[in-house]
């Protein structure tokens, strides 16, 4: 068994991101443990509850939500990066929160976390 | 002294259109393998690739669903891969 | 000012899976089709991938938009322009490439576009 | 004097917004006038009024609200394509809009009728 | 038969990294213009323009920010920019 | 298993305000070093561009993360590789460059990047 970190970068309009849900439900289907999916730049977007994906199309924040419920794998969110996405975790001034359940809110360090913990790290 | 694992390259965009296949080659080890994964699947035609000794591996599915084929390169699923990033030294990616 | 009807031309310059560019590239030319605004599409540089007949988005699951391009004569979208050079280069068969669509070299590319009021790239 | 239309496909994230944004504001400047600006692709991020830019940067929704405002030129927001990025104009479903005010919601027609009334049609 | 106005390309990308600029100049018209804006400013120094006797504008502040000088080129402002818009046939962009 | 120390690479090769892969990778360089790992930053390819000294990110509205470029030093940030061969490529002289960063050939940057741990891309 080796341990991975995933680092995902795209957002969920592109289909690279179905790439990394693929990668990752094969590492855990082959045995491996993942420390945590860590989702930075762009691919913040995939943690934004309001994204309506087509009923005929692949919903990626539902794929995500459903491979942490089976595999137990943390999403950790980048706040930083996803605030200036359109994503926020605040109460304050109005905003409504619209982090997806089942990702979890974290910092940066959170990835120097995951990847020092890890046997191979693979950004996707 | 023990060899390095060889690192492999997941490459995900096309050379036709952007410069990320010159700039993996430029710095490859002689013993990295390339994983040619989403658009990086139509390099299969692109000539960087004609004369590189590197072992090169094409995800079928990619291939696939772009209507390419690759006789020249072995192809490979997501458990291959998988298994070749366990085996590796490290990855990395160009996107 | 008044409406006008004009002559558009969408350029693609992006792979079939490259974000939504395909899909968003399409969805403009329908609309634009259904306003009867004459309407011409371009496929050059990787764009040339979107119009390989053998795709499938499912395998990938990616939306399948590709499978649009053969009701485009049912939307009166009939000037389809693929750029030889590009194929070439490719290493593509013009015999791969969407029944409907005119292969052609970059010199009637140029020529055409000239004559289209508006020209929009994705 | 001439009749503009504007195409905005870039996302806030993306300094060419910047420059979209700068050249709307000369058109003005210089007498022209503008159908409306279509916020298309990722320029839909926009119009997301939970975006939060750090305060050493340039917030470009509140610049385009600012524009809106000057100018009276209309932002129009390809509803289709800003769903799919994590905006709603919906009140179902626990979604809480959050499409900035100042932003009108458009569909893809509207790209229609601004081009066609204009005199050019730029893209940014 | 009057001549067409020209149109004007906006190069808003690096061709250094990607093919836009190439796939423009490969449509280009005789009386065509090409204006280079953002990252399109580092095309000063590529080969692509060397040769290429259609008349190039870049911007001043993309130029400026980018510490790029513009030797050979004509480098205009957004008013000049505005202007050329407005006597040009029409507007297309590489981005 | 337990929190080790790995040395890190960085390969930058977008340019300066090319969205904000510059800033996020800084943003990345930083906080590694602030667990006190190991990070090299590699400059490639358009990334280059991120190195030249006369920048001026106000000019265009941008965030002027380069200034920070110059405290590397300060962050224990003290392998920094800028690729000659790209400088050449885009008639960059080295002396333009952070006076920080070693210029340097492709071969080497290739043996550095060897005996890294982990390698990020932006």
Redesign the interface.
């Known amino acids: 068994m080796t341990t991975f970190a995933l680092i995902v970068s795209t957002p969920p309009t592109d289909n690279k991101t179905s790439t990394a849900l693929k990668f990752a439900q094969t590492l855990v289907s082959q045995g491996h443990n993942i420390t945590g999916v860590f989702f930075y730049q762009d691919g913040v977007i995939n943690a934004n509850h309001l994204v309506q994906t087509p009923s005929d199309e692949l919903n990626l924040m539902s794929a995500w939500q459903g491979f942490n419920k089976e595999s137990g794998t943390p999403l950790h969110l980048c706040i930083t990066a996803a605030e200036r996405r359109g994503l926020t975790d605040s109460l304050d001034n109005d905003l409504n929160p619209n982090v997806a359940e089942n990702f979890t809110i974290s910092g940066l360090g959170e990835l120097v976390v995951l990847t020092s913990q890890a046997d191979k790290v693979v950004q996707l | 002294m023990k060899p390095l694992p060889p690192t492999i390259h997941l490459i995900r965009t096309s050379a036709f259109a952007d410069n990320k296949l010159q700039l993996c080659i430029d710095t490859l080890g002689v013993n990295d393998e390339l994983f040619l994964l989403d658009d990086g699947t139509y390099n299969v035609n692109h000539a960087l690739l004609t004369n590189l000794s590197n072992p090169v591996y094409v995800l079928d599915e990619h291939l696939t669903s772009r209507a390419v084929s690759a006789a020249e390169f072995e192809v490979i699923n997501y458990v291959d891969l998988v298994q070749a990033t366990v085996k590796a030294g490290k990855v990395i990616t160009w996107q | 000012?008044?409406?006008?009807?004009?002559s558009?031309a969408i350029?693609n310059?992006?792979?079939?899976?490259?974000?939504?560019?395909g899909k968003?590239s399409l969805?403009?030319a329908l609309?634009?089709a259904?306003?009867e605004?004459p309407v011409s599409l371009f496929f050059?540089?990787?764009g040339v991938?979107q119009t390989?007949?053998?795709?499938?988005?499912?395998?990938?699951?990616?939306?399948d938009y590709i499978a649009t391009f053969k009701a485009l004569g049912f939307y009166d979208i009939e000037d389809i322009y693929v750029?030889n050079?590009s194929l070439d280069?490719?290493?593509?068969a013009t015999t791969?490439v969407l029944a409907d669509a005119q292969c052609c070299d970059?010199h009637l590319?140029?020529s055409k576009?000239?004559h289209?009021?508006?020209?929009?790239?994705f």
């Open positions: 000012m008044s409406h006008r009807v004009k558009y350029i310059t992006s792979a079939s899976f490259d974000s939504l560019k968003e969805d403009a609309i634009l259904s306003y605004m050059i540089g990787d991938y390989i007949n053998a795709q499938s988005a499912e395998t990938i699951q990616a939306k750029c050079d280069a490719r290493n593509i791969s970059k590319i140029k576009l000239e289209c009021d508006v020209v929009l790239t």
